[in-house]
DNA sequence: ATCGGGACCTGCTTGC
DNA sequence: TGCAAGCAGGTCCCGA
């Protein structure tokens, strides 16, 4: 469920009612997440929201001394109550302010929620990750430098987060269409020029998704699950055996590196 | 160092 | 209608 644009979008969402807030209290229902959540994410109670930040897909909800790390996985939603609501199935947790609550329900559990102390990056989730798709740090330039030598496909190379973050299965398949670049073409093949317009297209097709407030999370109350609005703008991604918009050949699907690609064989090499 | 594959889960859709 | 297989937007960890 979750790519860059929807975990950005929900801290969005969760900011405002979050920020300046004391939290009160911690409410862990079900703390069978990816790790087990623990009694250290109590830290945060009795202390105020200064920020709430995302790095990467986590979620940040800084504190004092420190910050609640959280992660959506593939099946995880938050919405936020403004008033008392029975749990359902799957609720994990509750984040308590005075005035309005947070509930995490995330079906899978390949979502997490765990106490992070300063300095965030050195946490082991979040150190050694690569830059941000949408800061000055990410680049073509970059893309070409960290995959020189690499035979793995360039969707996995774009995918590892050691190399650029945020960049989801959906978003890979379309950044390469906009490319012209093959996905399964080896990483360290692929030149300078077109790792330029790549960046370029990372940048374009996950900002345009943030700007549009992503897509299955535009609401906080718990929507299902499957591509919102922006699936009408997706070029190839879950399109196969429809017409490419480009040239009008068959889109291909096919699995590499266990997730499914979808791309133009006549559009991209 | 890099790579591919397996692992972790539930729920929905598909096909026999 | 029922049941099993296949599939799903993430990412960590392992052995080669």
């Given at each position: 469920m979750p790519e860059l644009p929807e975990v950005?979008?929900?801290?969005?969402?969760?900011?405002p009612p979050l920020l300046g807030r004391r939290i009160e209290s911690i409410v862990v229902r079900d703390p069978r997440l990816r790790w087990p959540v623990t009694d250290s994410v109590q830290a945060a109670c009795g202390h105020e929201v200064t920020a709430v930040r995302r790095r990467a897909k986590y979620i940040i909800i800084e504190v004092g001394d420190g910050g609640l790390l959280l992660h959506l996985g593939m099946s995880g939603s938050v919405r936020?109550?403004?008033?008392?609501?029975?749990?359902?199935?799957?609720?994990h947790f509750d984040i308590l302010t005075r005035e309005a609550?947070?509930?995490?329900?995330?079906?899978?559990?390949?979502?997490s929620f765990s106490w992070c102390p300063r300095p965030f990056e050195a946490h082991p989730l979040l150190n050694g990750l690569g830059p941000e798709p949408l800061s000055e740090?990410?680049?073509?330039?970059?893309?070409?430098?960290?995959?020189?030598?690499?035979?793995?496909?360039?969707?996995?190379?774009?995918m590892d987060g050691r190399i650029v973050v945020g960049v989801g299965n959906i978003y890979a398949s379309e950044a390469l269409f906009m490319a012209g670049i093959h996905p399964s073409r080896a990483a360290g093949r692929v030149s300078a020029a077109r790792y330029a317009a790549l960046a370029r297209?990372?940048?374009?097709?996950?900002g345009r998704a943030v700007r549009q407030g992503g897509t299955t999370l535009r609401d906080f109350s718990g929507a299902g699950g499957t591509p919102g609005y922006f699936a009408?703008?997706?070029?190839?991604?879950?399109?196969?055996?429809?017409p490419c918009l480009q040239c009008g050949t068959s889109i291909t699907r096919r699995v590499i590196?266990?997730?499914?690609?979808?791309?133009?064989?006549?559009?991209?090499?």
């Amino acid at each position: 469920m979750p790519e860059l644009p929807e975990v950005e979008t929900t801290r969005r969402g969760i900011e405002p009612p979050l920020l300046g807030r004391r939290i009160e209290s911690i409410v862990v229902r079900d703390p069978r997440l990816r790790w087990p959540v623990t009694d250290s994410v109590q830290a945060a109670c009795g202390h105020e929201v200064t920020a709430v930040r995302r790095r990467a897909k986590y979620i940040i909800i800084e504190v004092g001394d420190g910050g609640l790390l959280l992660h959506l996985g593939m099946s995880g939603s938050v919405r936020i109550l403004t008033e008392d609501e029975p749990p359902r199935k799957h609720d994990h947790f509750d984040i308590l302010t005075r005035e309005a609550t947070l509930r995490y329900c995330d079906p899978r559990r390949f979502g997490s929620f765990s106490w992070c102390p300063r300095p965030f990056e050195a946490h082991p989730l979040l150190n050694g990750l690569g830059p941000e798709p949408l800061s000055e740090a990410f680049s073509g330039d970059h893309l070409y430098r960290r995959s020189r030598g690499r035979r793995a496909a360039v969707k996995n190379f774009i995918m590892d987060g050691r190399i650029v973050v945020g960049v989801g299965n959906i978003y890979a398949s379309e950044a390469l269409f906009m490319a012209g670049i093959h996905p399964s073409r080896a990483a360290g093949r692929v030149s300078a020029a077109r790792y330029a317009a790549l960046a370029r297209a990372i940048q374009d097709v996950l900002g345009r998704a943030v700007r549009q407030g992503g897509t299955t999370l535009r609401d906080f109350s718990g929507a299902g699950g499957t591509p919102g609005y922006f699936a009408q703008e997706l070029l190839v991604y879950d399109r196969e055996g429809r017409p490419c918009l480009q040239c009008g050949t068959s889109i291909t699907r096919r699995v590499i590196g266990q997730r499914s690609s979808f791309y133009c064989t006549s559009c991209q090499r």
